[in-house]
């Protein structure tokens, strides 16, 4: 899959290629599901021009390459192996390359959709609540709560001992599905204070909405910063409520701190069979019609994971 740019319109376009070959410490997976995510809409939109099509993948390996020192093969995985992951680049394919150091298998009782609905949002909600250190009865306010992340990082507020969780959303018809998930209360990006202040901010946004949710911080409250929509915070509004702004990204933790993720990673499926985490799918879109599901994302009308199946 790859997209061209014409009179200022992104168009997805299919196209036929080779099978990649797997490298050092890499699978080649027969893809089953692709989990669509904002970085990656945000990419093709902005890029003007063709660029990596990133995303979350499962499916089943049928290739491996060298690496931990097994000839012709990678010993932490086998061929046939039921894995997922986040590919950074050509995820949108039959077959997709996915490094060793960003794959977990599957469990035998779940499909590809769920796995890439819970697997990369789950780190995500789960790494940045991890960061916020939230303090048991604490408030959390969670923005762009009906998205993949968002909806997880609501559940783990809920389950981790917060004492008030906030779902923050751009279109109040999405209170009721955010209430489902475990929000105490729904709050508007439009409305005057959000309902503030907040020991903790989990946020999925960034941009222009930044500066609003470093201003709803209550007194050394934390603001954990997870989006790729970046924004500007001016040091003056964190002195004044001492507060502190975290930065969270996963691969940093995948590939610098492969314990902390794996650990993440086995917390996740537990409470996934706990019952605790339900990951939520807001659709299932074939891979041809990719163009439709960057859409849904984009305009930000879906209530969980978009997910596509090739």
Not at 71 to 79: C, E, H, K, S
Request: hydrophobic share 45%; charged share 20%; proline share 5%.
């Amino acid at each position: 899959m790859r997209h061209d740019i014409d009179d200022g319109h992104t168009a997805l376009r299919a196209e036929e290629a080779a099978a990649p070959t797997p490298g050092a410490g890499e699978l080649l997976v027969r893809v089953e599901a692709v989990g669509v995510t904002l970085p990656t809409v945000r990419k093709v939109r902005e890029g003007g021009g063709p660029v990596p099509l990133g995303g979350e993948v499962a499916g089943r390996v049928v290739a491996t390459g060298p690496g931990d020192g097994a000839p012709g093969g990678n010993a932490a995985f086998a061929v046939g192996d039921r894995v997922t992951g986040l590919c950074f680049a050509d995820a949108y394919a039959e077959f997709a390359v996915l490094n060793t150091a960003m794959a977990s298998r599957i469990p035998d009782d779940a499909t590809a959709v769920e796995a890439v609905a819970l697997v990369r949002s789950g780190l995500v909600a789960c790494g940045a609540y991890e960061s916020a250190r939230v303090e048991p009865g604490e408030s959390v306010l969670v923005t762009a709560a009906a998205s993949g992340v968002g909806t997880l990082a609501l559940q783990y507020a809920r389950a981790g001992g917060a004492g008030r969780v906030v779902a923050a959303v751009g279109n109040p018809a999405k209170a009721a599905f955010v209430r489902g998930l475990g929000a105490d209360e729904v709050v508007h990006y439009d409305d005057a204070d959000w309902g503030a202040p907040y020991d903790v901010i989990l946020d999925g946004v960034g941009g222009d909405l930044l500066a609003p949710a470093v201003r709803a911080l209550a007194t050394g409250g934390r603001l954990v910063a997870y989006s790729s929509g970046g924004g500007t915070v001016e040091a003056h509004e964190l002195l004044l409520r001492g507060a502190s702004l975290i930065g969270f990204q996963m691969r940093a933790v995948a590939l610098g701190k492969p314990d902390v993720y794996a650990r993440r990673l086995r917390e996740l499926w537990q409470l996934r069979d706990a019952g605790t985490l339900r990951p939520a799918v807001h659709a299932e879109i074939p891979l041809a019609e990719a163009a439709r599901a960057h859409a849904v994302v984009e305009q930000r009308r879906n209530l969980g994971k978009v997910v596509l199946v090739p």
